[in-house]
Structures are given as C-alpha cells and as structure tokens.
C-alpha cells in the first residue's frame, strides 16, 4: 500500500489517483493514449513525452502548436537535467524597432508578436539524447490525427470559439482553424492535413525543415509579407539550451525548476519564505496556512516581475534570490494577521499544455510547451498548419527594465516544468501546472499538499486554488471553505470568488509521484479534458 500519501482526503472530483509501474498524464486523452502507445512499443519516459508534446500540437491548438516554446525536465534515474526550447527574439528587434512603428508596447498578436518558436527544437534535442524510438515514429500519433480528424473535446471546443471571435483577421488563421468559417464544434472531427504534411517532413528531416530548410523559408516569407522581422538567419542561429536546475529545499526534499527565463524561480523563492515560517503547523486548508502562502508568493512575484529576464541580461545572479539570508529578510516582511502591499526585493552578494511520463526504469520527464495566449499570435503559416506563439509580447519597452526587449533576447517565459526529489534524493515527483500566471502559484500549492501534508496526487489537483492577481486581489475557488473565506477578508484580501469550472482561471495540472510501494502514483486535472493513463 501507499501508505505514505493520504487517500481520506475528500474533494469533489469523480477520478482517483491511478497506479502503475508507467504513466503518462496530459491535458488532453489522445495525447495521453499517443505517450502511453510509445512505452507499449518499448519506448521510455521520453519518448512518450514527445509523443504526447507533438500529439497536444495538433489536439490543442487553443494552447500550443509547432509555433511555440518548450521546457522540460528530465529525471535519467539518476540526475535532472534542464532543457530550455523557448526562441529568442529576431535581430532587429530593438525599443527603436517598435518605436518607429507607433507602438509604445510589443503587439499581443500579429508576426511583431512571434519571437523564434523553439519546441520544435525541444522534441528533437530531447529524442537525440533521451530517446529510443526514432522521431518518425514518435510523430506518428500526431500526424494521423492530424490528416484523419479527431473529435474535438468539450474544454478545447469552448476555447477555439473564444479565439475565432478574437483572432479572425489574422493573416491564415481563419483559412487553418475555421475552414468553414466558424469554430468547429465540440465533438465534431477536425483535421488539419497541412500540418499533417509539417510534421511529417520535421520528424524526418529532425527539424531541419524546421529552421534551415523549406518550412524556414515559409515561415520567413509569410512574415516579410506581413510586416515582420524574422529572418532565415534568426531560425537558423536557434538551438534549444541544456542547462542545470535550480532547488530549494522544503518539506525534507527538493523542488526542481528551471533557471530563468522562466517563473520558476518565483516557485522556489515562495517555497524558501515559507520554509522560514514554520509552515506546516497548521491543517493545510486552513486560513493560517492559506494567508502565509498567499503572502509568500505576492513577495516572490513581486521579484519575478521586476527582476527576471533571459539569464544573460538579469542585473542579479538568479542564485541569489535563494540566498538564506535573502529568504530570511523577506519572510520578516509578512504579518501573520493581515494581508499587505508587497514590493520587490535587491538581493545584495553573498493560455499552455503541460504532460509527464514516468517509466518502469525510474525516468520522469516533466515537459510544457505553449504559445503563451491562447493561439497565440493567431498567426498561421499558409499551407503549413503552423501557428506562431505571441511570446515576444512579453517583452517590456522600458530600457531600464530587465525584461526590455533585445535583439536575440529570451523573454521572461511563464511555461515551466517542475520535479522534486525526496529527503534521500530519490525522485518524488514530476509535475506542472498549465494556465499563464497561475503556473509558479500552483506550484507552490502543489508542492505544499503533496511534499507537506502528504496528499495523493489527485487530491492535491482537486484541492481548490487560489491565484493572486495584483496587489491585495486574489482569485479564490468557491470550493474553499466559506468560514476561510471570511477569515481572509477580514485579514484585508480582496478576495474574488469564481467557480472552478471552466478549467482555464486556476490552471491545468498533472502530476506524478512515486509511489513507496513500487511504481507511480498519477493523477490529471479535473478541470480541464485530460486523462491519467498507467500501466
């Protein structure tokens, strides 16, 4: 038995955490079933990671597409490793760039929107080094959807017709996701042949079409024929980053993230506050435990704001934010008994879709790829199927800010993967949380019920969330208890109770843990369209 991880925990959800000596959980079943048909063929975690990453390109376009960025983190069975697949910015892209256009920000859509797409690089750097299966056949699932139709599911259905209404002026959007004219309808079959035929020629040319060859050249022309900078030197000078994770203790283990350009780095300053404040003392839906993690996170955020960008343009070593010292000061700023207005901190020396797999042999990839906003930039290259992420929109024009943008230049990303590790470095966990903003803060309330309190994985996605929104705001799920949300506004929060249904406000999790007694533990978010499969 598990008996490690508390299966009482009562929350309103119809799915159990599933068990088995292999899982794959992504937000979307045919994915899943694409990762999980990779391990029934004796590939591994990676495989069916890939699988699953290039099916969730085609089944949910109203998250990520072969346009977007990745990261993943990879457990070997013995170390993490970093991958970093998000794009840099194109060379011409400078405050003056814009400013020559009238534009006093970066556009939320359109090609000034789409900085280098770099997942496509991700698949493959992870299938060069991980993998065992050929990209051909990891690609496969996601092409036959592609050219045969699949159902379109109920969450991702509601999403697309949002963004038909937003994006239909976008060069080759309406021609790629409303052929007809209109959104397609939930449960009617969609196919998609032209990115049948991208994907096709990316598996076999290991994406060499992709950045150098005839879909580069694609890419480049429908760009410069709408206004863009992007250029065949700018695909061609890509290359997706292996680099070293970043941790913070807590609960007796580890938290794993990414080092910038993503938020990750927000997750782990939260989770070293807290370790200052004797978390866990308190029931872990309780208002005490609630408010600390509140605060917690709003000073985190408030350094991720001000101060995270690429890695190589940060005015801060981003190690330093996880100085004890550092922690300790910051954790001294939060009153037990009331909500507050937080700025950030000066260290001195000293909508996404996200998928995990788990193998039989002890690896865990823990993988997210995005276009940031929904479709994205709501750009589609004619003929190909493929849709631009809008993730330079996160660039800032303020030179004196972190964040300003910069000829070849990553943005601060807010897709991350997480991992944990337990007391005696074992793996413990691989997991994610889908949805913008939302994503270090479910983290932290991920890593809290699963590391903390010690709830099984489903438990811990059906628990309900709270997402701060700025200032003394914070969304709240009207499944919290109502004498905690009478509490918290006594304390100052200004709370916004919404309903948790809807699958998109407190994001999209998944998450897989080890489980003590052999094999995994896995569970899938219920509120969103996906499914947790093991075998």
Same mark, same amino acid.
């Given at each position: 038995?598990?008996?490690?991880?508390?299966?009482?925990? &009562?929350? *309103?959800?119809?799915?159990?955490?599933?068990?088995?000596?292999? &899982?794959?959980?992504?937000?979307?079943?045919?994915?899943?079933?694409?990762?999980?048909?990779?391990?029934?063929?004796?590939?591994?975690?990676?495989?069916?990671?890939?699988?699953?990453?290039?099916?969730?390109?085609?089944?949910?376009?109203?998250?990520?597409?072969?346009?977007?960025?990745?990261?993943?983190?990879?457990?070997?069975?013995?170390?993490?490793?970093?991958?970093?697949?998000?794009?840099?910015? =194109?060379?011409?892209?400078? =405050?003056?760039?814009?400013?020559?256009?009238?534009?006093?920000?970066?556009?939320?859509?359109?090609?000034?929107?789409?900085?280098?797409?770099?997942?496509?690089?991700?698949?493959?750097?992870?299938?060069?080094?991980?993998?065992?299966?050929?990209?051909?056949?990891?690609?496969? =699932?996601?092409?036959?959807?592609?050219?045969?139709?699949?159902?379109?599911?109920?969450?991702?259905?509601?999403?697309?017709?949002?963004?038909?209404?937003?994006?239909?002026?976008?060069?080759?959007?309406?021609?790629?996701?409303?052929?007809?004219?209109?959104?397609?309808?939930?449960?009617?079959?969609?196919?998609? *042949?032209?990115?049948?035929?991208?994907?096709?020629?990316?598996?076999?040319?290991?994406?060499?079409?992709?950045?150098?060859?005839?879909?580069?050249?694609?890419?480049?022309?429908?760009?410069?024929?709408?206004?863009?900078?992007?250029?065949?030197?700018?695909?061609?000078?890509?290359?997706?980053?292996?680099?070293?994770?970043?941790?913070?203790?807590?609960?007796?283990?580890?938290?794993?993230?990414? =080092?910038?350009?993503?938020?990750?780095? &927000?997750?782990?300053?939260?989770?070293?506050?807290?370790?200052?404040?004797?978390?866990?003392?308190?029931?872990?839906?309780?208002?005490?435990?609630?408010?600390?993690?509140?605060? &917690?996170?709003?000073?985190?955020?408030?350094?991720?704001d001000q101060h995270v960008t690429d890695s190589e343009h940060m005015f801060f070593d981003p190690q330093m934010f996880l100085n004890d010292d550092y922690l300790a000061e910051r954790a001294k700023l939060i009153d037990r008994t009331k909500a507050s207005d937080v700025t950030y901190g000066a260290p001195r020396p000293g909508g996404t879709v996200y998928l995990t797999a788990a193998d039989s042999s002890g690896m865990m990839v823990s993988f997210i790829q995005s276009n940031y906003m929904g479709f994205g930039s709501g750009v589609v290259v004619p003929g190909t199927g493929l849709s631009m992420q809008n993730r330079g929109c996160g660039f800032t024009l303020d030179p004196t800010h972190a964040n300003c943008v910069a000829p070849n230049k990553r943005t601060l990303h807010t897709i991350i993967p997480a991992f944990a590790q337990d007391a005696d470095g074992k793996p413990l966990m691989s997991f994610g949380l889908m949805g913008g903003p939302m994503q270090a803060q479910g983290h932290l309330q991920l890593a809290l019920r699963v590391m903390l309190y010690k709830q099984n994985p489903q438990a811990a996605i059906d628990a309900p969330r709270w997402r701060i929104n700025g200032g003394r705001q914070v969304a709240i799920e009207s499944t919290f208890n109502h004498n905690t949300l009478a509490a918290l506004r006594a304390m100052g929060h200004e709370l916004i109770v919404e309903d948790p249904l809807g699958g998109h406000s407190f994001g999209g999790a998944q998450v897989i843990v080890t489980n003590p007694a052999g094999g995994y533990l896995a569970g899938t978010e219920s509120r969103k369209d996906g499914q947790a499969l093991v075998m």
């Open positions: 038995m598990s008996e490690n991880y508390d299966f009482n925990v &009562a929350y *309103p959800t119809l799915r159990p955490s599933m068990m088995g000596a292999n &899982a794959v959980c992504a937000s979307q079943p045919l994915a899943a079933q694409a990762g999980m048909k990779m391990l029934m063929l004796g590939g591994n975690a990676a495989d069916a990671a890939i699988a699953t990453a290039i099916a969730l390109n085609v089944l949910e376009p109203s998250g990520n597409g072969a346009g977007s960025d990745a990261f993943a983190i990879i457990w070997d069975g013995k170390k993490a490793h970093g991958l970093n697949a998000s794009g840099r910015s =194109p060379a011409a892209w400078t =405050p003056e760039y814009f400013a020559e256009k009238g534009l006093d920000t970066v556009p939320t859509y359109g090609w000034d929107a789409v900085t280098v797409p770099g997942a496509v690089s991700g698949w493959v750097a992870m299938a060069k080094r991980f993998g065992t299966l050929p990209l051909t056949t990891l690609a496969q =699932p996601a092409i036959d959807y592609a050219r045969n139709g699949f159902p379109v599911s109920p969450l991702i259905g509601r999403l697309w017709e949002i963004a038909v209404k937003k994006l239909h002026s976008q060069p080759g959007f309406m021609e790629c996701f409303a052929p007809e004219g209109r959104a397609p309808k939930i449960g009617e079959i969609f196919r998609n *042949p032209a990115l049948a035929d991208s994907l096709e020629l990316i598996a076999k040319t290991e994406g060499e079409a992709f950045y150098r060859g005839e879909l580069a050249e694609k890419m480049v022309a429908h760009c410069q024929a709408n206004g863009g900078a992007l250029t065949l030197d700018d695909l061609a000078n890509h290359k997706a980053d292996w680099v070293e994770t970043m941790q913070q203790s807590f609960a007796g283990g580890s938290v794993h993230e990414l =080092p910038p350009n993503g938020q990750g780095i &927000a997750t782990l300053i939260a989770l070293g506050i807290l370790d200052k404040l004797d978390i866990g003392s308190q029931p872990v839906d309780s208002v005490e435990t609630t408010h600390l993690c509140i605060e &917690a996170m709003k000073l985190a955020l408030a350094d991720l």
